[in-house]
């Protein structure tokens, strides 16, 4: 069965601290693997991410993807309070189906 | 336990038919969301329904969509006419609260449609 398992589920940490969130996978059918940033209603849109070992940039956030070791990480560096969200790891399947992990809830205190 | 179920996986219609997409909460969730993913990798917000009420539709593109959740139970989404632009996926998820520490969305694997 597909599956996406996303660790810590929750984390508390301080402003400017870093932070690197995981997701593991075991999905048949590989398509890509995305994360996403959650704070209201529709999650936005962080990076996307098909091939393994190329980082991807954007601001403070960084990832990369290991398709042989099968997981994802997600960097925060210098962390803000406006990082404080929840974070979704959701792998694409060929068929354009998402399988969503639980998600790490992200907390950053002043 | 069951998490949030879609239903069908993959869809394909000719342009002005009917299609109705079908999302089965977790069960005690109230809270029951709407979402499609169009092209691109974003995910826009469609609509978001309190037990059976719609608590905010101001996602909904127009009136050739049309959601419901009699019972407050599961959640049909209805395009009628179909036109090209709605291809996507189009995703559901549910929480038990909508704010709080319980206000966590849990999505399921969406539903491809695609129109021909």
């Known amino acids: 069965e597909d599956k996406v398992v996303q660790s810590p589920l929750s984390l508390v940490v301080h402003e400017g601290d870093t932070v690197t969130l995981n997701c593991s996978y075991e999905?048949?059918?590989?398509?890509?693997l995305l994360w996403y940033k959650q704070e209201k209603k529709a999650p936005t849109f962080l990076f996307m991410l098909?091939?393994s070992g190329i980082e991807k940039k954007s601001g403070r956030l960084s990832s990369i993807l290991d398709k042989k070791e099968l997981f994802s990480i997600l960097n925060i560096t210098a962390t803000q309070t406006g990082d404080s969200a929840i974070y979704l790891c959701a792998v694409e399947h060929s068929n354009h189906q998402l399988i969503w992990g639980a998600g790490t809830k992200l907390i950053i205190k002043p | 336990e069951a998490g949030v179920t879609q239903f069908p996986s993959h869809s394909v219609i000719e342009k002005g038919q009917t299609v109705t997409l079908r999302c089965d909460p977790i069960?005690?969730?109230?809270?029951l969301y709407w979402y499609r993913r169009v092209m691109g990798k974003e995910i826009k917000f469609l609509l978001h329904f309190v037990k059976e009420s719609k608590q905010d539709e101001s996602g909904m593109p127009n009136n050739r969509f049309l959601a419901e959740r009699t019972g407050g139970t599961y959640s049909t989404l209805k395009v009628q006419p179909a036109e090209l632009e709605d291809s996507g996926v189009y995703f559901c998820a549910s929480s038990q609260d909508s704010w709080g520490p319980a206000a966590e969305q849990y999505f399921g694997p969406g539903t491809r449609l695609t129109v021909t």
């Open positions: 098909t091939s």
């Open positions: 999905v048949t059918n590989f398509r890509s």
């Open positions: 069960s005690g969730h109230d809270n």
